[in-house]
Structure formats: structure tokens, C-alpha cells
């Protein structure tokens, strides 16, 4: 069992926005192993169809099992809103996604019962975060808006830019009309934006980061199933990517909080 | 010899770029068949590594050969710059890229022998562009800027947007201060962008179309092969992508300045 229990946590994403994910995860639990998994030579999968995404979905979940770990944390809100099925389906061990957990924090969080959410267009299409705060409480009204632009403006470092305030503001000014108290961040590239889109949103709104709340229900999930690694060591942080880009050290650092040491290149869905 | 006239010209992008290219043919080969093919379920090949460009190329290459194409045309500026090889290792028939089109068209233009270029992250680092330049003038001073927002915030269809314009006034400030005449744009999203990239490089620099440029090269070959359509009918246009995102059609008619018709995915690269 102890084994088991030093097993790494695997965590996937299209490409970089899970690193947020591991940086909160890191932050809950500083003794667990993590191999990370970011597609980044199909990135992005926002813009893709349902489809397409289940089929990169069934790839990347093989790659984290071949790795042998022992629960899996699908740190992409497209991939938990389109086809989470899929991978609970080939995973065969606790799975997480970022929907529910922060679903259920927005709605612990609202006072007025209206929240907005915002990410990329397949997550905002699929309404998997209405859907989730409606089975946890039916009277909630849940607004949503695409914000396509934040992802490459993330990825771009233009987290203070001019351009990104005004392009936050025209993106939450239709949520803004409907009286929304709470906001979720569904899509792991925003919290590298947070303070344009809290400048935008104004000192009101509550924003849930989906991330935050999934390393959350992780801990109970490593509770419930006695997995937590008991080892008082640095833990083993793995990362790999299906391309690695100039620029992929640089925007992850950035994006975890941290030094990310090697990054090797995976072949995952034939190339 | 009337028949292999009558066979279609391929067209190859990574995703709705190429739609800009498809435009200027159209325009000046009202009659020619074209088979179109974005590589939309893997787009932006911008931000990719060398290596999966060339893999990717190769597996588009073949859906164009499947088509029974007499000529190809590859309209996106990463391949063009990194791949052209693979593709006319496995073409066995005429093609022609956008990069030695635009940089002829750029020394043509140019008078005080100072050259920018705006493009991809992964277009400007393999230094096709000023590769191809000094092949034609030696003397010709080089300056490029990668623009990596652009590709956003063009299918985004922010082209006269206050934010579209700050990042152009950005990604331009340092090659104005080299002094620049002649601005190609070396990306085949760029075109839809003009206006703001014009304002931004003010009326002293002239901005070459790469995609414009090929069209006319495309005409050169036409003829010198003997190849030129001679039906006076209106042609057949198909286009194929390996994933249809929901604004597919929306963004792709903007792209291409008419109506698409019908667009049909096809399976490439195991998907």
C-alpha cells in the first residue's frame, strides 16, 4: 500500500494552463508526486470540436497511465467539460476534473444566486458548469461569456497590457449587466490574468479559481482513498509535453510559480 | 493535356489562413479549380517545433496528392518556411511557397534597402524570409518581429479593435525605429489585419501581401508549365479541414471574401 501511495498523481492538459492546476496542487500538498502531461503540439483544444477532443482525451489519459500513477486530475476545463466519460472510461482509478469542484465552490461562494462563468468557447458551448451548479442547486441562474483572446494573451505575458483590460472589460460587461456575485475562472490559463479580469470585474464579484477548488477535492480524494503519500520528501515533479516549443520553459514558469527543471517530449497521438 | 489543365490547383494552411491565399488566386485565375485543405483539428503550427511542422506537412501533403492536384500551393508561412522540402520531396509536380514570392516582392519594393517582417514566432526564428531576401540582394538590411497575437485576434475578428491597434503600434515600434520602407507580411492571417497594421506602420512603408505576391508567382508557373485552366466556366472551389469548430464557416468567409459553400472534414494525421 505504501507503494501505491508514493505513486505520482497524473495530471493532463492541452498544453500549458494545467501548470496552474500543479502549482495549486503543489501548494495543498508539497510531499505528492506529480507527472504532468501537456499536449502541446495540439494545442489549443478550446477551439475544437467535441469530437476531436474526446479522441486526443483516450491518448493523453494512455500516456499518464503508462506512466503508473495512482489517480488522475484532468487539469483542462474543455477536456472535463467534453469528455471526462472518456477518460473515466480508460482510467480505472479515481478521476478528477476541474468542472464540479468549481462548480460546487461558485456555488458555496454566491449570495444572490447568479454566477457567471467564463472560458474558452468549447467549454462555454458544452454548458458543463451550468449544468454542474444546477445539480447542485436548481435555483441558481448561470451566465456565460467565451473569452477566446485570454488564453494567447496569458501565454503572452500580457498580464498588465492595456490591451487586456479593455478586452476583459468588453468581455465581462454582459455578465456585469446581469448582477452576477461570483465568477468562475473556467479555464486553467486565467489565473495568470486574474488581476485584470478582478480589475474588470470590479471588488463585488468573488472570482473561483476551478483550479484552487480541484487541488481541493483532491485532498478529500486522498483521504477517502488512503492514497495521501505519507513520505516527508521533496516530491518528484515530472513534466512532459507532445512538443516543446521555444518559449515552453519561459510561459511555465509562469505559470506554476516555479523552476519546472527538465521538460521531455512525449510521442502521443503519432507524432 | 486538357485534362491534367482541368485538374485542380491544392492549397494547404494549417487552418483558415490560407483562405487569404485562396482570395488572390481566385482573383486572378477566376477559372482555375482549387482543393483547399486546413489543417484545422492541429492549428496554429506558429507555436510548434520544426520537427512536428515537417510531420504534420507531410501528412497534409498526401491528402493533396489523394486529390489529384496538377500544382500546390503551400499558403501558410510556417511550412513554407521550415517544411518546403518535405513537401517537394513527396509533390512530384510544381510547388510553390510564400516565402520566395513575398521577399521578391519586398526587394522589388523597397528603395533605402531596409526590409521588415512581421509573422509567426516559429516563421521569424527560421529566418526564411531574410534567407530568401539576400539570395536575391545581399545589400538588403533585414528586421523582423514576430507577432504572435495577431493569429488571435484576426479569426477573433477584432480587426479595427482599440486593443488590435495598441499590440500592432508594439509589435511595429522597433522596426519603425530601424527605419523600414517595405513591411511584408509574412503570415497568412495578416491581410485581414491591414488597416490596422497599416495605421500602425504609417504611410511611408509599404506593406507586401505575401499571399498576393504567390498568386502572381502562381500565374508565372501556370504558364511556363503550361497548366493554365482554359475553361471559361465557373470553377469548382472545395475545401476540407480536419475539424469543423463552429466558426469555421463564419471566419473562413471573412478570410476569403466570398461564400464557401459546403466544407467537408477530412481525416488526416490519425484523426
Not at 454542474?132 to 451566465?143: M, N, S
Not at 490591451?163 to 476583459?168: E, N, P, R, S
Amino acid at each position: 500500500m505504501i507503494a501505491l501511495r508514493q505513486k505520482p498523481i497524473g495530471v493532463f492538459d492541452s498544453g500549458i494552463g494545467g501548470l496552474t492546476v500543479v502549482h495549486a496542487l503543489t501548494e495543498c500538498f508539497p510531499h505528492e508526486n506529480i507527472v504532468y502531461f501537456g499536449d502541446t503540439a495540439r494545442v489549443p483544444y478550446g477551439s475544437k470540436s467535441p469530437q476531436v477532443v474526446r479522441e486526443y482525451a483516450a491518448q493523453d489519459i494512455d500516456f499518464l497511465l503508462g506512466n503508473d500513477v495512482k489517480m488522475v486530475v484532468v487539469a483542462c476545463n474543455t477536456v472535463s467539460a467534453v469528455a471526462l466519460d472518456v477518460v473515466q472510461k480508460h482510467a480505472h482509478m479515481p478521476v478528477i476534473g476541474v468542472i464540479v469542484p468549481g462548480a460546487a465552490a461558485a456555488v458555496h461562494s454566491t449570495r444572490n444566486k447568479r454566477i457567471g462563468i467564463i472560458g474558452t468557447r468549447a467549454t462555454v458551448n458544452s454548458r458543463a458548469y451550468a449544468h454542474a451548479i444546477r445539480q447542485i442547486d436548481p435555483d441558481v441562474q448561470v451566465f456565460s461569456q467565451a473569452c477566446p483572446l485570454f488564453v494567447p494573451l496569458a501565454e503572452e505575458g500580457l498580464t498588465d497590457h492595456q490591451a487586456t483590460a479593455l478586452i476583459a472589460k468588453e468581455y465581462l460587461f454582459p455578465l456585469l449587466l446581469e448582477k452576477i456575485d461570483t465568477l468562475i475562472l473556467g479555464c486553467t490559463h486565467y489565473p495568470v490574468l486574474r488581476t485584470a479580469i478582478a480589475a474588470a470585474a470590479g471588488t463585488a464579484i468573488t472570482l473561483i479559481d476551478s483550479g484552487a477548488a480541484t487541488a481541493v477535492e483532491v485532498g478529500h480524494l486522498l483521504d477517502t482513498t488512503d492514497l495521501r503519500n505519507p513520505s516527508a520528501q521533496k516530491p518528484n515533479l515530472r513534466f512532459f509535453v507532445s512538443d516543446i516549443p521555444a518559449k515552453f520553459t519561459e510561459v511555465g514558469e509562469r505559470f506554476l510559480g516555479q523552476r519546472m527543471g527538465m521538460v521531455r517530449r512525449a510521442a502521443v497521438g503519432g507524432v
